[in-house]
C-alpha cells in the first residue's frame, strides 16, 4: 500500500513535466545556404559597330640610287636606317679601267677614277645593296632611299565591303603593341587584285612615330553608331554551351535572384549591349557568384560594383 500510495502520488508531477516538455520542443526550420555575390546596375554609353581589316604599312615615294658606269664599290658612307640629306655623299666607286691602270708604273694618267654617288633627295636609307669591293655593272641598284612624309598604310578591301569605306572619312590604326593612332582613308587604287577580289585603299596615319615598313596592323572602321546603348559587363551575362541563349541573374529583392533571358547586341571592350528586355537604372544584376545557379537563388550580397 504504501508503494501504491506514492506511485499515486508521483503520477500528477509526471504528468506536468512531460506538459511542460512539448511545449519547448524545439520547431526545426530548413536553412538554405545564401551565395556571397556582387551586384551592379546597367549603364548607357554611345556603341559603335567596326569593320576590322589588316593593312601592311609602306613608304609610297622611295629613290633607287643606281650605279652611272662599271665599277667597284670603293667607300660607303650610310648604313640602312640612316638619314640621308640631299647631295650627301653615299658611295665612291673606283671604275674597272682606272683599277686596272692604278698598279701599273707605265700608266701615263694621273687620274684617280673615283666617281661620287650622292643622295638626291632628303629621306631615310632603306637599303644598301652591296658591300664594299663588289663589282658593279652601270644601271645596277646601290641603294633605295624612302621619303618618310610618304609613310602610309595600305588596306586591302574585300568587294563586298567598298561600300563601307568612304574617302577623306577617319579611322582607327591598332598596332601589334596595342597603342593607336588616327588615320585618314586619303584613296584607293582602281584595281581589283584577280585572285582575292580586294581593292587596295591608302590609309594616312595622323602622326608620324618612326613606324617600319611592312608592319601589319588593323584597321577599325565605323559601321554605325549606337546611342545611349543599355550595357551590362561580361562578367554578368551566362550563356548555354554553344553561345546561343545568354541570359542574366536579377536580383528582385536583397537576398534572392532569379534568371531572365537576355539578347545582346555589340560589345564594346568589357561591356554588352541587351536589347532585350528592357531593364531600369535600379535594377541591380549578379557580376560574380552567378555561375551555376539555378533559376532561382537565395543570395548575400557583399559588394556592388559601380
Known amino acids: 500500500m504504501i508503494r501504491r500510495s506514492g506511485i499515486l502520488k508521483l503520477l500528477p508531477v509526471l504528468f506536468l513535466l512531460s506538459g511542460c516538455g512539448a511545449g519547448e520542443d524545439p520547431v526545426e526550420k530548413e536553412l538554405r545556404p545564401k551565395v556571397p555575390v556582387t551586384v551592379e546596375s546597367i549603364h548607357a554609353a554611345d556603341v559603335s559597330d567596326y569593320l576590322e581589316l589588316t593593312a601592311t604599312s609602306s613608304f609610297l615615294t622611295k629613290s633607287l640610287i643606281k650605279s652611272p658606269v662599271s665599277a667597284y664599290v670603293e667607300e660607303i658612307s650610310v648604313n640602312p636606317g640612316d638619314a640621308a640629306t640631299r647631295n650627301q655623299v653615299l658611295f665612291k666607286l673606283r671604275t674597272k679601267e682606272s683599277t686596272a691602270l692604278q698598279h701599273d708604273s707605265l700608266n701615263p694618267y694621273s687620274f684617280s677614277g673615283l666617281i661620287t654617288i650622292k643622295a638626291n633627295i632628303d629621306g631615310i636609307i632603306l637599303t644598301v645593296d652591296h658591300p664594299r669591293g663588289d663589282y658593279l655593272q652601270e644601271g645596277e641598284q646601290l641603294a633605295t632611299i624612302a621619303v618618310p612624309s610618304s609613310f602610309v598604310f595600305l588596306l586591302d578591301v574585300p568587294y563586298e565591303n567598298i561600300p563601307l569605306i568612304k574617302i577623306s572619312s577617319s579611322c582607327e590604326i591598332v598596332l601589334p603593341d596595342g597603342h593607336s ?66 541570359w542574366v541573374m536579377k536580383l528582385v529583392n536583397d537576398s534572392m535572384a532569379v534568371k531572365v533571358p537576355v539578347i545582346t547586341g555589340l560589345t564594346s571592350g568589357d561591356d554588352v549591349e541587351i536589347t532585350t528586355p528592357v531593364f531600369s537604372a535600379t535594377d541591380r544584376f549578379l557580376n560574380s557568384g552567378n555561375f551555376g545557379l539555378g533559376d532561382t537563388a537565395i543570395v548575400s550580397v557583399v559588394k556592388t560594383v559601380k
Request: charged residues 20%; glycine residues 4%; hydrophobic residues 40%.
Open 181 to 246: 593612332i588616327r588615320g585618314t582613308i586619303q584613296s584607293r587604287l582602281p584595281s581589283m587584285t584577280p585572285g582575292a577580289q580586294t581593292q587596295r585603299f591608302i590609309i594616312r596615319p595622323a602622326e608620324n612615330r618612326n613606324l617600319p615598313e611592312n608592319l601589319i596592323a588593323n584597321i577599325r572602321i565605323v559601321k554605325k553608331i549606337i546611342p545611349h546603348a543599355t550595357l551590362l559587363s561580361k562578367s554578368c551575362i551566362l550563356a548555354d554551351e554553344v553561345m546561343k541563349n545568354f
